[in-house]
């Protein structure tokens, strides 16, 4: 086939079977939710019950009331006055929010303060988080080092300043420019305003700084100083003040919500309770306070570190030293953070009968454990960040990060819901802060499943913003991916809602059959580097890290399935002839990773084999060496692993084996062989499930192997093996790989498309007549934004009646076509291609119609003014989009 071309293609004759039978599942309990911005909380009870109103509409399932700064740089408030968070007022809007979304049958998820990490303004300055910073400079013998000077050098640099901030000198220690032993370290006396040196050599300064940050985006009421969460009596207060609040109003909170909600622990480095030197003495043996120095770096935003190389030179036996207190330390504050904060939420929560739920990492906690006592753990996904990275376009192993919607904290997260026995595992989906106006249905569905792939099964889509009608166009945005009525593909959004909940449904009813750990050395790295902010982790490129990530996706990719555990875990597993027992799981075969290679560890077998990295960093292929080598467990056989084909497994209650197959590329499909293990298909059945549609067919194997697998660009499928043989599941048809084998014809060179276009914001509309397909930016059209029909009268003879397929050509937006008055359906991802049943073109005059719905993305760029495109489009450099139809060579071709 041409490539580009709008073509009618003859197919080899495929049944009217090929689409399916509908499934009676009832599926709605697994709809997508969505956080729900509450802007400034300048809301009103009537836009509240239209929003919840619509967002039902829209097969939305729930939402979390989300308490959140207004965007005021670029929204016009419109003189709206801001509720404080748990004032009368702001429980007035709860309260009708709550029995709204109750009387529709939707749930509420409600987040604990606003903004995060979670504070108020009200918190004493012992409630407040504080943090530990070194300072570090070259010195010569008579140089007085102004105080002052040092606390402006190390002054946070978070996202938010808390004016109240306080600056303490703790200590002052001068070492040897190179330091090889602890006995060098000199402590240094304190001046009242300035440090006098003794002599030439490395100034260490240690400066506690209390109230150092705000809440980000906090909102009135709950913005100010970021509160204490290694200061359990801190927390516990806090906590409680805000049930005590609630519950005098509603009363048990348990039948008002699903869950309490604790956004991203980003602590902005945080890393100091008044006890820390106190605890640390009493878990680890010995002091904190003269080693602290040195165990720290030079750090920026977040906590960020900025420079691993700072201060003096350590001594290979120095360095060692401090690995191991760095290490301690961070262990440290991890038990402190899980012990004080997470423990004592998850208490709080489960005291009300209400569900937590949080995503349980940022900076400090542990990454793996912290998620495993919350009832739903979350995770993240993104459709784009500050990498820009391309999906569905990009997936190399060359940055861990690029081409994938999925961040590296969900597979910890949803190995340690395997690990506790909990099938919902929430993310933050799509999270979008730069191609808002650009992103399409098919980008989030395509994101979403790349997030199934790493183990979330429940969809919050990535926000929805209050914002009332009078606010216009675009309205009150804070982020996301523009879920709003005025957005030219609301009309189809509940045709993505529908989608992910048929699949979450399936997922959240089994469990994924996950039989090898990786064990993640997050020993070595806190050693090595400290802890790090999840989901976005600074480590220094090429550190096993980033290998931990592409060694799970070339597991699944080869037809395995793993999840992550710690050293710790693996420590404490329960040895036995079928594998390593560590909670709810066993896994057969455990892979080590270290700097160098992956080691293979199992049961019983005293001699670990060692393998080193591939040099060129292709793990998928290294991968697949490595299963076949030392027969590794896989419950698929890929004969042809592809960086862009997903896959997991599944087992329900039922026992029916279910796999999640996923092509995450926009634009090639994907064929080969896949063979399906005796133990799964023996005295079964393939049902193949079309989360689109609901609908089933038969896949038929030859001893397990399905020889022409195939799945179209940015299309999945379950495939659900099911008891008995195939033909006592009666009535499904068979499922056939719908692929084209077809020759290009030309339908008719002369044909004249007439082209209605309506703006989807705008009172315009307008019409021309085209000749030739082609990108309307080359027109005058090219800023417009909306839905073009193309109609036209195909004139075909008698042979050309028979044909059963249309090919859209390259396409990415909403399509809808009907010929001769018959509708063949919306296409809003992967081809867009149709096939229908013979005979509904015939000899003679056919009328063809074809609607092509665009983004907003081409005609926001022409809103130069408006302040919130200029920050989310024009100063972002987001690019135009292609509009209309584009066709193969501008031609329209049979087959």
Request: aromatic content about 12%; overall charge negative.
């Amino acid at each position: 086939m041409k490539k580009g071309l709008l073509c009618m293609l003859i197919v080899i004759a495929l049944p009217m079977a090929l689409w399916g039978q509908a499934s009676a599942t009832d599926y709605s309990a697994a709809r997508p939710w969505v956080r729900w911005w509450w802007n400034g909380n300048k809301v009103d009870t009537v836009e509240l019950r239209r929003e919840l109103r619509l967002l039902h509409d829209a097969g939305v399932g729930g939402v979390e009331i989300n308490a959140i700064e207004f965007p005021a740089k670029r929204c016009d408030s419109l003189g709206i006055k801001s509720l404080t968070w748990m004032s009368d007022e702001w429980l007035d809007a709860l309260e009708v929010s709550l029995r709204e979304a109750k009387d529709l049958g939707m749930g509420c998820d409600l987040l604990v303060g606003s903004g995060w990490p979670f504070g108020k303004e009200t918190l004493e300055m012992g409630e407040r988080a504080q943090v530990m910073l070194t300072y570090a400079r070259e010195v010569k013998e008579g140089d007085s080092i102004l105080i002052d000077s040092i606390f402006t050098a190390v002054d946070p640099q978070v996202t938010e300043k808390n004016a109240d901030r306080t600056f303490e000198l703790v200590s002052a220690k001068l070492t040897p420019m190179t330091i090889r032993s602890i006995a060098e370290v000199k402590d240094l006396a304190l001046g009242a305003k300035a440090i006098v040196v003794p002599e030439d050599g490395m100034l260490y300064a240690l400066v506690r700084c209390r109230s150092f940050a705000s809440v980000i985006n906090g909102a009135p009421g709950a913005s100010g100083p970021i509160l204490d969460h290694m200061n359990a009596l801190a927390v516990r207060r806090y906590l409680e003040w805000m049930s005590n609040t609630l519950e005098g109003r509603f009363g048990p909170m348990k039948n008002w919500l699903r869950a309490y909600f604790v956004d991203s622990m980003e602590l902005e480095g945080a890393n100091w309770t008044d006890d820390m030197a106190e605890e640390f003495r009493r878990r680890r043996g010995y002091d904190l306070m003269e080693w602290l120095p040195f165990t720290m770096f030079r750090v920026g935003r977040l906590g960020n570190v900025e420079k691993y190389e700072y201060g003096a030179v350590q001594s290979p036996e120095f360095k060692e030293q401090v690995r191991r207190v760095r290490y301690d330390f961070e262990l440290t504050k991890a038990e402190l953070l899980d012990e004080r904060y997470t423990q004592t939420f998850l208490d709080w929560c489960h005291r009300q009968g209400v569900k937590a739920r949080a995503q349980a990492y940022g900076r400090g906690f542990f990454p793996l454990e912290s998620s495993l006592g919350y009832d739903i753990p979350e995770g993240e996904s993104w459709t784009t960040n500050y990498l820009r990275h391309r999906i569905g376009e990009e997936m190399g192993d060359e940055d861990y990060r690029r081409g994938r919607a999925y961040t590296m904290i969900n597979k910890y997260v949803s190995s340690a819901a395997h690990l506790s026995g909990r099938r919902i595992v929430s993310a933050e989906e799509m999270t979008n802060t730069y191609r808002l106006f650009e992103t399409n249905l098919e980008l989030l569905k395509l994101g979403s499943d790349m997030s199934a792939f790493s183990g979330t099964t429940h969809s919050v889509w990535h926000g929805f913003n209050y914002s009332p009608r009078e606010a216009g166009f675009p309205g009150w945005v804070q982020y996301g991916s523009y879920y709003n009525e005025q957005n030219s593909w609301w009309p189809y959004f509940h045709l993505l809602n529908e989608y992910r909940a048929r699949m979450c449904y399936w997922l959240q009813h089994a469990d994924m059959q996950t039989d090898m750990a990786i064990v993640v050395p997050i020993d070595d790295l806190w050693a090595d580097y400290g802890v790090q902010t999840e989901p976005f982790p600074n480590y220094p490129k090429g550190s096993v890290y980033e290998k931990v990530q592409l060694l799970w996706e070339a597991v699944h990719k080869n037809g395995g399935n793993c999840d992550l555990i710690t050293p710790q875990m693996l420590k404490q597993a329960k040895e036995a002839a079928d594998g390593f027992h560590i909670g709810n799981k066993v896994y057969k075969v455990c892979l080590q990773l270290n700097e160098t290679g992956v080691m293979i560890v199992k049961p019983y077998v005293p001699e670990s084999f060692v393998v080193q990295y591939p040099s060129n960093n292709d793990f998928v292929t290294f991968y697949s060496g490595l299963q076949k080598t030392y027969q590794l467990p896989h419950s698929l056989t890929i004969k042809k692993p592809w960086p862009y084909l997903l896959q997991n497994h599944y087992r329900n209650d039922k026992g029916e084996d279910i796999y999640l197959l996923v092509n995450c590329n926009l634009d090639t499909a994907y064929m080969g062989q896949i063979a399906f293990p005796k133990e799964v298909w023996n005295n079964r059945h393939a049902v193949v499930y079309d989360c689109n549609t609901g609908h089933e067919s038969l896949m038929e194997l030859q001893e397990g192997i399905q020889e022409y697998f195939f799945l179209g660009p940015a299309e999945s499928m379950l495939i659900i093996f099911r008891e008995g043989a195939s033909s006592q599941e009666k009535g499904l048809p068979i499922w056939y790989p719908a692929y084209n084998e077809g020759t290009d014809q030309s339908l008719s060179p002369e044909i004249a498309w007439h082209v209605h276009l309506q703006h989807a914001l705008l009172d315009w509309q307008s019409d021309t007549v085209m000749t030739e397909l082609r990108d309307l930016r080359a027109t005058s059209f090219r800023d417009f934004s909306g839905t073009i029909t193309y109609s036209a009268h195909v004139q075909l003879v008698a042979h050309q009646a028979h044909l059963t397929h249309l090919d859209l050509g390259p396409q990415h937006d909403i399509c809808q076509v009907v010929i001769n008055g018959t509708d063949l359906g919306i296409k809003w991802f992967g081809r867009r291609e149709y096939y229908f049943p013979e005979g509904l073109l015939h000899e003679g005059d056919n009328t063809i119609e074809i609607r092509i719905t665009t983004t907003l993305n081409n005609y926001v760029h022409t809103l130069t003014d408006d302040k919130v495109i200029q920050h989310f489009v024009l100063k972002r450099n987001v690019p135009t989009s292609p509009i209309g139809l584009i066709g193969h060579e501008g031609d329209v071709l049979f087959d």
